[in-house]
């Protein structure tokens, strides 16, 4: 793991509880949705990608969304999302392999496996389209983006500055998310992704993660290069517990509309 900076609490306790999950019983062989081709889809269809995140909570989440997960996901398609991202980690954000599959069985997009995945026999708990791997939490990422590959994944490769977008790079991701929150202070800052995104090549597709909340946040990311953008608790709403999710996609979809 590469621990240039101090982790907060919370990102520490996810870390341990990570180490201790086991990995699955056999290894998956994955036919993967095309992401990029969702993204051109929607981009053909006048919507902003956005992947909407199935995220019942989150140390940094105002409560708890119960919903059952396999309606939110849908309700977030029927709003317009390109594509959508599970979480699984169960300690600290109440997802589960097992609600991935189900989302997975009930809608026509790519799925994105939301967790902290640390070695390879991690890769293997449940078939998803996307995989996520963090750059900050991988010992040799290009190791695991080729593990995962050998699957049938498409992975996702997190970073949060120039320095780990080499990494990614050097690592050939060619899908590369850009996490506007800092991992000591949990703190959001969209210029992180501003900063960053000048570095990414044209055939990277580009993901701004963590922070977009408004249409004046999504167009500010698309304007700075982002192909698509990882929304989760914008949509979801965690503080009202029943917000339409549907009507939280949509916004966020048409932000380019120019309608707020």
Same mark, same amino acid.
């Given at each position: 793991?590469?621990? =240039?900076?101090?982790?907060?609490?919370?990102?520490?306790?996810?870390?341990?509880?990570?180490?201790?999950?086991?990995? @699955?019983?056999? %290894?998956?062989?994955?036919? /993967?949705?095309?992401?990029? +081709?969702?993204?051109?889809?929607?981009?053909?269809? #006048?919507? %902003?990608?956005?992947?909407?995140?199935?995220?019942?909570?989150?140390?940094?989440? &105002? #409560?708890?969304? +119960? +919903? &059952?997960? !396999?309606?939110?996901?849908?309700?977030?398609?029927?709003? @317009?999302?390109?594509?959508? *991202?599970?979480?699984?980690?169960?300690?600290?954000?109440?997802?589960?392999?097992?609600?991935?599959?189900?989302?997975?069985?009930?809608?026509?997009?790519?799925?994105?496996?939301?967790?902290?995945?640390?070695?390879?026999?991690?890769?293997? $708990? !449940?078939?998803?389209?996307?995989?996520?791997?963090? !750059?900050?939490?991988? &010992?040799?990422?290009?190791?695991?983006?080729?593990?995962? =590959?050998?699957?049938?994944?498409?992975?996702?490769?997190?970073?949060?500055?120039?320095?780990?977008?080499?990494?990614a790079l050097e690592a050939g991701?060619?899908?590369?998310?850009?996490?506007?929150? +800092?991992?000591?202070?949990?703190?959001?800052?969209?210029?992180?992704?501003? *900063?960053?995104?000048? @570095?990414?090549?044209?055939?990277?597709?580009?993901?701004?993660e963590s922070g $977009?909340?408004?249409? &004046?946040? %999504?167009?500010?990311?698309?304007?700075?290069?982002?192909?698509?953008?990882?929304? @989760?608790?914008?949509?979801?709403?965690? /503080? *009202?517990?029943?917000?339409?999710?549907?009507?939280?996609?949509?916004?966020? $979809?048409?932000?380019?509309?120019?309608?707020?």
């Amino acid at each position: 793991m590469n621990s =240039r900076t101090e982790l907060a609490p919370a990102v520490a306790s996810i870390l341990e509880a990570a180490r201790e999950r086991p990995g @699955g019983d056999g %290894v998956v062989d994955v036919d /993967a949705r095309s992401l990029p +081709d969702a993204v051109a889809r929607a981009e053909a269809d #006048g919507r %902003v990608p956005v992947i909407a995140e199935v995220k019942p909570t989150s140390p940094t989440a &105002d #409560g708890t969304r +119960d +919903d &059952d997960p !396999v309606e939110l996901a849908e309700a977030m398609v029927e709003g @317009g999302a390109a594509a959508i *991202s599970v979480l699984t980690e169960p300690s600290h954000f109440g997802g589960s392999p097992e609600s991935l599959t189900r989302i997975r069985e009930a809608v026509d997009v790519p799925v994105l496996r939301k967790d902290f995945v640390l070695e390879e026999a991690q890769l293997d $708990v !449940v078939e998803a389209d996307l995989l996520l791997l963090i !750059v900050r939490f991988v &010992d040799d990422v290009a190791e695991l983006v080729a593990a995962a =590959r050998e699957r049938g994944f498409q992975p996702l490769v997190e970073v949060h500055d120039r320095e780990e977008l080499e990494t990614a790079l050097e690592a050939g991701a060619e899908i590369i998310g850009v996490n506007n929150r +800092d991992l000591a202070r949990l703190e959001v800052d969209l210029e992180t992704f501003e *900063s960053v995104a000048p @570095g990414a090549p044209d055939d990277v597709t580009l993901i701004a993660e963590s922070g $977009v909340s408004t249409p &004046d946040n %999504v167009r500010r990311m698309r304007e700075a290069g982002a192909d698509a953008l990882l929304i @989760g608790s914008a949509i979801m709403d965690h /503080a *009202s517990g029943d917000s339409n999710v549907t009507e939280n996609t949509r916004r966020l $979809v048409r932000a380019e509309d120019g309608a707020e």
